[in-house]
């Protein structure tokens, strides 16, 4: 396309954001007209994209990261010819695939979902490691911010990782409108403020009149033929721009034009430009979905304790001989959580992202969409930082699992800043998630493979300590199973744990029959989904359960027990122990104990419990 032709789209990309916004009662048309000419220019002259096959190897891949600019985007679309004006126009109304903000699970051509700001740089770094390090294909990644967001730390956390990487592959497009969503932004039109600050983390910048396409085009190829950095294009842009009534004009994000007609006809009426995109150059995938024969490590049952983070190390590096679409990400703590096993056997497929765990998620979630099978590890205590990447990694569809390591108090003298306590309560409460908490070696090792052929997000919780191996290595671990450890026709209550309290739990049984007490005892090691069908089986045969958790007692073991019994029927007695003051620094022992979640409190609980049944 010639200058005019550019400009002729541009303005049809604001048209067309108006009219599905003003058709819709809702939605972001000034976001999307300050952007519409970069978007231009990106469409005709420089993306390289098969619409037909999205999957193509070749694509390059744009992510939105300014998510609120959908209009935008789904005019592009339009333009593009992937979608008709009776589509667009459908646009935030129930059932259409043009959501208020974008989503893959909706639309093929989606990578990723935006609308939580700050996220769309540090997936498109976690798909351009995946383009220079794995995929070897050639697609450039091209990413869409807005100003508002670079006041998001996650923003430099990509930044710095993307310099420190050289991708080269990657371009972020910054629209500098000034304008955020109550006033002006930290820096308004200051393109120099954000220069100096992709400067420092190894960029290459390019400052550029955002509405001069002329001036993008050349930016856009200066980005391309520049070597060993990434490149910010940071544009100079007005808020709303075309319109009187609306350009640079404060108080107006988020909110449909008031006079949509009167706006449409000041930018030349409605247009149907056609753009043929260009398309991607011949590329195959390099790795192979899955190589070899998987042979997960195996102990002796009776054997010699082993730590659960070092048998999914072990695992998870047996897995990567069997699969080769199995990737491993770091966030700077591979030799306590044994990642760094994976990492000697396979260091092409190893990432490193440093203490940096939105990043660390983020990466995860862009390989993911490359059709890798990431493993995200850190401390459990620190995916807290990372929540929303988590949550936004369900919207998306994403396919990743998370490794939790150090978890409860068992983790002894280190203190309650590094014990995860909430873990098991936030990755539940994520949509779609599968959450584990295996007790031994060899009940690691299975659910470590079983993870990779599950759907959405899925979190494994390890501990640090050495445990007893009470599995044989034949063992099947069902996600969704538990395993009844002890059981008999006179059992009066069932004590139902995970992890490191199963042990706990099996000690205040040998106690409580001494006693004459008889128990019944589950390990509950898939927390969720829950196997409700056992837990309904021992409420009905010994009519009380104790739960007990190294976990706060919000949302974790306690609440997915109890979900077992939200269909209406019954629920039976219960006592939830769970850690409910805040733990100080002291040994396992000591600290299992000061929760009352050790064998000696479990027992106390349970014989109360009985007594109490007899009485009432």
């Known amino acids: ?24 009662g809702s939605g972001h048309p000034t976001s999307s007209m300050s952007a519409a000419d970069l978007m231009a220019v990106l469409l005709a002259h420089h993306l390289r994209y098969d619409f037909d096959r999205p999957a193509h190897p070749g694509n390059d891949r744009f992510v939105l ?25 459908t ?68 930044a710095e990782h993307a ?23 930290r820096h308004g039109h200051a393109l120099d403020a954000y220069a100096r600050r992709f400067q420092a983390f190894g960029w290459h910048t390019v400052e550029v009149d955002g509405h001069d396409v002329d001036a993008v085009d050349r930016a856009y190829g200066e980005a391309a033929s520049t070597k060993g950095q990434p490149t910010a294009i940071l544009a100079r842009t007005l808020k709303g721009k075309g319109v009187t009534d609306v350009e640079d004009r404060e108080g107006l994000h988020g909110k449909p034009l008031k006079d949509p007609d009167e706006a449409i006809a000041e930018l030349g009426g409605p247009r149907d430009v056609r753009v043929a995109v260009h398309e991607p150059t011949a590329a195959r995938m390099l790795h192979a979905v899955r190589a070899g024969h998987l042979e997960l490590p195996r102990w002796d ?53 440093y203490i940096a765990e939105q990043q660390l998620v983020a990466a995860a979630v862009g390989l993911a969409t490359r059709g890798w099978v990431p493993y995200a590890c850190t401390f459990a205590a620190f995916l807290t930082r990372a929540y929303d990447f988590i949550r936004m990694a369900s919207i998306s569809g994403s396919g990743i699992n998370l490794v939790g390591s150090h978890a409860g108090v068992a983790i002894g003298q280190d203190g309650p800043s590094q014990m995860g306590l909430e873990d098991l309560a936030m990755m539940r409460a994520v949509h779609g998630s599968t959450v584990l908490y295996p007790c031994d070696a060899n009940q690691t090792a299975q659910l470590v493979a079983r993870m990779a052929g599950r759907e959405g997000v899925r979190y494994l919780r390890t501990s640090r300590g050495g445990s007893p191996v009470i599995y044989g290595p034949d063992e099947e671990f069902p996600i969704g199973g538990s395993k009844v450890l002890r059981s008999s026709e006179q059992d009066r209550m069932t004590i139902v744990a995970a992890g490191v309290t199963v042990f706990e739990a099996l000690a205040a049984a040998d106690a409580l029959d001494r006693e004459g007490i008889r128990v019944r005892v589950i390990d509950l090691y898939s927390v969720k989904p829950v196997d409700r069908s056992t837990l309904r089986r021992a409420a009905e045969e010994t009519g009380c359960l104790v739960t007990v958790e190294d976990h706060h007692e919000e949302g974790g073991l306690g609440d997915a027990v109890l979900d077992a019994f939200a269909d209406g029927r019954p629920v039976p007695r219960l006592v939830r122990l769970a850690v409910r003051t805040m733990p100080g620094s002291g040994s396992p022992e000591e600290q299992l104990h000061a929760a009352g979640i050790d064998a000696e409190s479990i027992a106390a609980a349970g014989k109360l419990l009985v007594e109490e049944a007899v009485v009432r």
């Open 1 to 24: 396309m010639n200058t005019r032709e550019l400009v002729e789209l541009a303005q049809q990309l604001r048209v067309d954001s108006v009219r599905a916004s003003a058709a819709a």
């Open 65 to 89: 990261s300014k998510g609120h600019a959908s209009p935008l985007l789904y005019s592009a679309y339009k333009a593009a010819g992937v979608i008709d004006d009776e589509e667009l126009l």
């Open 91 to 158: 646009f935030r109304k129930l059932g259409s695939r043009l959501e208020g903000h974008p989503t893959p699970r909706r639309l093929p051509w989606v990578e990723t979902a935006t609308g939580s700001l700050g996220q769309g740089l540090p997936v498109g770094v976690g798909i351009a490691l995946s383009g220079r390090r794995l995929d070897r294909t050639g697609y450039r990644v091209w990413v869409l911010c807005g100003d508002s967001e670079l006041a998001e730390g996650s923003v430099w956390e990509a």
């Open 163 to 185: 310099g420190h990487e050289h991708l080269d592959n990657l371009t972020v497009i910054v629209d500098v409108n000034r304008l955020g969503q109550r006033g002006p932004t």
């Open 301 to 353: 049952k009776g054997g010699d304790d082993v730590a659960t983070r070092d048998a999914f190390g072990q695992a998870l590096a047996a897995l990567g001989d069997g699969r080769g679409d199995v990737v491993t990400l770091d966030g700077e703590v591979g030799d306590s959580t044994r990642a760094e096993l994976f990492a000697k056997k396979h260091p092409d497929r190893y990432f490193e992202c």
